[in-house]
C-alpha cells in the first residue's frame, strides 16, 4: 500500500487500541495502521521495541506518522526512529497532535494519497 | 585512567544496585509531580543491565557505556529510558579506552549536550540537566573530583524550587514547584556511585 502508514504510540494499550479502533471506522482500510502501548509489566508506559515494530507492521514506502499520547512516548517515539535503518529513518515523523483526534485525521489525509509532510501537517493544525 | 574489566564490572554493579536499591525514594519523588513510576522504570532498566553485567564488561570502556545506553532504552519503558540511554550511549560513543579526567569531561560534556536534544530541554527545567551542568563545570573549573557527588547532591535538592516545563511534571505548572525532580535525583545517585566506585580502585 502506497499510503502513508499510521502509528499510534499510547501508554495505555486500551487507549492505543480505542484510537486505532476509531480509525478503523471512521478511515476504513485504506492505511496501514499499527499501535503500541505499555510497559513490560504490563503497566502504563512505552517501550522503544514495540514502536519499532509498530512501524514494521505500518510500514508504507510513502513513510509512517506517528501519534502519541505523553512526554514518554514522544521521546520513545524520536529514540526508535533514530534507531530505526537509515534508509527508513527520513520517511517516519511524530506529530505534535493530540493523540486520538490526531490519529483520525491523519489517517483520513494519509486515506487520500497525501504525502507525509501534508499527512503530519493536517495533524498538526489540531494543535494550537 | 585506566579502566579495566574487573573495574568495569564494579561500576555497572555498584552504579545498578545503588539505583535498585533507591527505586522505592525515586517512585516517591514522581508520585508528587510525575507519574510515579521512575523508580520502578529505573529498577527495570538497571536489573536488566545488572542481568548483562559480565557481558557489558568484556567490552572496551566506550562499547561497555554504549551497551549500557542500549539496554536501557529497550529495557526501561518511560522517558527516562531514552535520556539515560542517550546519556550513556553518548558517554561510549565520545570516550577514549583509557581517559584522562579531561577527556572524561569532555564526554561528559558531549553527552550533556545530547541529553539537552533529546528532551528538548535545558538547564533550569527541573530535570536531570540541573546536576550535569554544575558536575560539568566544576570538572571544568578543575575542581577536585572527590567533591562532585556533594556537588550533585546540592544541585539535585536545588531543583526543589524550580517549575517543571517538561515531561508530566510540567501539567502541574507552579504545583511541581517545592518538590525534587526524580531525574535530578537518579542523576545525583548514578554519579555518586561512579566516584565512590572510581575514588576506591
Known amino acids: 500500500m502506497s499510503n502513508v502508514g499510521i502509528v499510534i504510540v499510547s501508554h495505555s494499550p486500551d487507549v492505543a487500541k480505542g484510537a486505532a479502533d476509531m480509525v478503523r471506522q471512521m478511515v476504513g482500510e485504506e492505511v496501514p495502521l499499527a499501535w503500541c502501548g505499555g510497559n513490560a509489566d504490563g503497566g502504563l508506559g512505552t517501550q522503544v521495541q514495540d514502536i519499532l515494530d509498530a512501524i514494521d507492521r505500518a510500514w508504507s514506502e510513502a513513510g509512517v506518522a506517528i501519534l502519541v499520547d505523553l512526554g514518554g512516548a514522544e521521546t520513545n517515539s524520536d529514540m526508535a526512529i533514530e534507531l530505526l535503518p537509515e534508509e527508513r529513518r527520513d520517511r517516519v515523523v511524530v506529530c505534535n497532535a493530540p493523540v486520538v483526534e490526531g490519529a483520525v485525521v491523519a489517517a483520513t489525509e494519509a486515506s487520500g494519497g497525501s504525502p507525509l509532510a501534508v499527512v503530519r501537517a493536517t495533524a498538526e493544525e489540531l494543535s494550537p | ?201
Do not use: W
Not at chain 2, 551497551?67 to 561510549?92: D, E, I, N, R
Not at chain 2, 577527556?103 to 540541573?130: H, I, N, Q, Y
Open chain 2, 1 to 201: 585512567m585506566h579502566i579495566d574489566e574487573a573495574l568495569r564490572k564494579r561500576l555497572i554493579q555498584t552504579v545498578a544496585e545503588t539505583v535498585i536499591a533507591h527505586a522505592e525514594d525515586l517512585t516517591e519523588l514522581d508520585q508528587a509531580i510525575g507519574d510515579g513510576d521512575h523508580g520502578l522504570n529505573m529498577r527495570r532498566g538497571f536489573e536488566a543491565v545488572l542481568a548483562d553485567r559480565d557481558k557489558i564488561a568484556a567490552q572496551s570502556l566506550p562499547k561497555a557505556l554504549h551497551a549500557v545506553g542500549m539496554t536501557l532504552v529497550m529495557k526501561v519503558g518511560g522517558a527516562s529510558g531514552p535520556l539515560y540511554g542517550t546519556l550513556f550511549m553518548q558517554l561510549g560513543k565520545s570516550i577514549p579506552d583509557e581517559p584522562t579526567l579531561a577527556d572524561a569531561t569532555e564526554a561528559l560534556a558531549a553527552a550533556f549536550g545530547a541529553v539537552k536534544m533529546r528532551g528538548k530541554s535545558d538547564v533550569g527545567a527541573k530535570t536531570m540537566l540541573d546536576v550535569i551542568a554544575p558536575v560539568l563545570a566544576a570538572l571544568r573549573d578543575g575542581a577536585d573530583p572527590r567533591g562532585l557527588p556533594a556537588l550533585a547532591d546540592a544541585a539535585a535538592a536545588a531543583t526543589k524550587p524550580m517549575r517543571a516545563v517538561r515531561g508530566r511534571a510540567s501539567f502541574l505548572g507552579d504545583r511541581s514547584i517545592g518538590h525534587i525532580d526524580p531525574g535530578a535525583r537518579s542523576t545525583a545517585l548514578i554519579l555518586r556511585a561512579i566516584c565512590d566506585t572510581l575514588g576506591a580502585a
